[in-house]
């Protein structure tokens, strides 16, 4: 049965009005009717679409309700990486990065696209033929969570753009946040209800975007603010203020405070600018965000570890406030630091209260003389741990007026120990003591090492205090009844756990390295490592002292070579000095360390990294998205095989892979004769190397 003409021409008019509001009301601030109107014409168009179903089209106003509960969200992989952005806190840094920057480019001024930083949550969108296709969190920036159906609920993001879009597909990236006055009037109705009440705007909207549940997201005042397009969309834009541009044409929230400013001196204006602005914005920001505005320099400039060269967050310093200091206890970390922490009457600072906060190490907390009954200053920024910046008035002082560190570990009674010349104070009772056991299994099973999903402070706690692990290897006996066994563990989740575990058992050395938790290795050190050594057994044979030698030879070599302008070969091991190498040397030559990576070596299939740098390794440099792969994967292949990842072609590079949407890299590709690879011959390559 069609639907009579009249009836179809009204809905889509009833669609168009109330979308036209939907922007009026949350993406222009400006309503033009009131809410009753508004729902007199939403139930208008229901009933028609309740009367004739083939009516609600997926880009309908009625779709933004929300509907059933998800069991639970979808990974998805990013085309490209959402990256995080390198931070600076005083005004030298700024300085320092737009001289890098010149430097780089080779040029005498710059112009930068400014804005706020939102304090709200990384989102992306993606729209395939002008219809919003899917929605996902920033996860880990490789991976996140698809919440399509939450964010359809979002009045503020388009569900279908106005034009056939400027490419078939096209990515926006951007932050949800909350309002601080729709925060303040949700935490009032979550008082009325006698529920908990949201720390901060932030969490508030990160938590309704990671709902399940859409139709309760559909409940919560969210906004959409789009600040960038992903580079694989980049089209007919060459600068970044045009993108912005096109992305308020296309109906989209960009920041009104965005500005065009040039050089160091025009970014610093702005930063003191919005610093005096912050406090009238309708939202929380934390800082403001620098991007070279042109797009080709973007691209010369290319990315730093997990950052883009071309821009950088400037952050304004964190709120203070004062409070009265309840007690001192003492924390034992993952490598046995003991941590001082200040308990403290509550005190809402830095948009969150604050009950603790860290006096870091003794040195610290005798430098500052803080006691108990003590008036402090505490200090909290986003996501950083509170700290207590010093004393504003001393309490009335009794003895013992002083704190000493404890002698004995207050977690496992092991003696403690003070390295001479080391600020830290640490527990000799290693995983024998249950709190850094517990932080060490927290950090094995962590996304971005053994990636054991499920196994969290809760479950870690319990399987610690029963003795049922002992070390990271015990996890590998664990079987699904003892699991289940645990409090609040139903049969479900101890065979996800369960799963979890056995899917680690397979890993890549790098993450296997990154996830022994040695001292000072972080993500970039176990990287390089694992390039270096390319099989488990090498890494834990190395011999230190002489990598130490062989570095230090291969230093000077190149030093020469440079001077003479000879071909270059890379220094081994670039990125770890001396002291890093001793602190490994220690932690692998450790008797109970060595007989824990043995047993763990016995349970996984650790993948062996490639090659060393090979002497032949090539420089490749990445463009476009291939369908095999994402750009992170490519990077890692490459690198696996010795090869070299840059971020801009120049005369030196010897390969462009050229993925789908290749932007102006391929030009520049072809205009130096550099060799072309599509995604066949480049996976031939692979293959062959
Ligand atoms: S640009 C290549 N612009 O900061 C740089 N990020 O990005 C890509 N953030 O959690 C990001 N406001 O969500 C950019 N105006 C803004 C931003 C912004 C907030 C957040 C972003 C991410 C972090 C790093």
Redesign the pocket.
């Known amino acids: 049965m069609s639907v009579p003409r009249d009836i179809r021409q009204r809905s889509e008019a009833l669609r168009k009005t109330l979308e036209h509001h939907n922007w009026r009301y949350y993406v222009e601030d400006q309503p033009e009717i009131d809410d009753a109107e508004y729902d007199r014409l939403f139930q208008e168009l229901l009933a028609l679409e309740a009367k004739h179903p083939e009516l609600a089209t997926p880009d309908s106003p009625t779709q933004r309700v929300g509907g059933a509960p998800l069991p639970e969200f979808a990974e998805v992989r990013h085309r490209t990486p959402m990256?995080?952005?390198a931070n600076a806190f005083d005004e030298e840094a700024v300085r320092a990065f737009d001289r890098r920057v010149r430097e780089a480019l080779e040029v005498d001024a710059v112009e930068y696209a400014a804005?706020?930083?939102?304090d709200g949550l990384?989102i992306s969108l993606t729209y395939r033929d002008g219809l919003l296709s899917e929605g996902a969190t920033?996860g880990d920036g490789t991976t996140g969570e698809d919440v399509t159906p939450n964010l359809r609920t979002l009045r503020s993001i388009p569900l279908r753009l106005p034009k056939a879009a400027d490419t078939r597909e096209l990515e926006v990236r951007g932050?949800v946040l909350m309002y601080r006055r729709d925060f303040d009037a949700l935490n009032a109705r979550q008082r009325e209800l006698g529920e908990k009440e949201y720390v901060n705007p932030r969490n508030a909207a990160a938590g309704a975007v990671r709902q399940l549940d859409s139709r309760v997201t559909a409940t919560r005042p969210l906004r959409f603010f789009a600040?960038?397009i992903s580079r694989a969309s980049q089209a007919r834009w060459s600068r970044q203020s045009e993108a912005l541009a096109r992305l308020v044409e296309l109906g989209f929230r960009v920041s009104e405070e965005r500005e065009l400013v040039q050089g160091a001196e025009g970014l610093l204006a702005y930063y003191r600018k919005m610093g005096q602005a912050r406090d009238r914005l309708p939202y929380a920001i934390d800082g403001v965000?620098y991007k070279v505005d042109r797009l080709d320099w973007q691209e010369r400039l290319g990315f730093v570890a997990r950052a883009?060269r071309f821009?950088l967050?400037h952050k304004y310093p964190a709120e203070e406030q004062t409070t009265e200091v309840l007690g001192i206890d003492v924390q034992v970390g993952r490598t046995g630091a003991l941590t001082p922490v200040a308990r403290l009457k509550p005190v809402f600072v830095g948009g969150a209260t604050v009950t603790n906060a860290t006096l870091h190490n003794e040195d610290e907390l005798r430098r500052k003389d803080v006691w108990i009954g003590d008036t402090v200053i505490v200090r909290r920024a986003g996501d950083v741990i509170p700290e207590v910046v010093g004393v504003k008035s001393k309490g009335p002082r009794r003895p013992p007026d002083r704190f000493a560190m404890p002698e004995k570990c207050p977690v496992c009674a092991s003696p403690v120990v003070r390295v001479p010349g080391e600020a830290a104070t640490r527990c000799t009772g290693g995983l024998y003591c249950k709190a850094q056991r517990k932080q060490t299994l927290l950090h094995f099973a962590a996304r971005r090492a053994m990636d054991i999903e499920g196994l969290g402070e809760k479950l870690v706690d319990q399987l610690v205090e029963r003795d049922l692990v002992k070390s990271p290897a015990d996890l590998y006996r664990l079987d699904v009844e003892t699991l289940a066994g645990l409090e609040r563990m139903a049969e479900k989740s101890a065979q996800n756990v369960f799963e979890s575990i056995q899917r680690s058992r397979k890993g890549e050395l790098e993450r296997f390295i990154y996830a022994l938790g040695i001292p000072g290795v972080g993500e970039e050190v176990a990287k390089i490592l694992a390039r270096h050594f390319g099989s488990l057994t090498a890494f834990l044979e190395a011999d230190w002292a002489r990598a130490a030698a062989d570095k230090e030879a291969a230093r000077k070599d190149h030093a020469q070579r440079k001077k003479r302008g000879e071909p270059l070969r890379p220094v081994p091991l670039e990125g770890i000095g001396p002291e890093l190498m001793d602190s490994m040397e220690k932690f692998l030559h450790e008797r109970h360390n060595r007989d824990v990576i043995r047993r763990l070596a016995d349970a996984i299939d650790v993948m062996q990294a490639g090659a060393r740098p090979a002497a032949d390794g090539k420089t490749f440099v990445l463009t476009g998205s291939l369908s095999s792969m994402t750009r992170d994967e490519a990077q890692a292949a490459l690198e696996a095989k010795g090869h070299q990842v840059a971020g801009s072609v120049s005369k030196r590079t010897d390969f462009v892979v050229a993925g789908e949407d290749a932007g102006s890299k391929l030009d520049k590709a072809r205009s130096l004769g550099v060799t072309v690879l599509d995604e066949k011959k480049f996976l031939e390559l692979l293959r062959k190397t």
């Open positions: 990256l995080s952005i804005e706020p930083k939102f990384a920033r932050e600040y960038a965000v883009p821009a967050a």
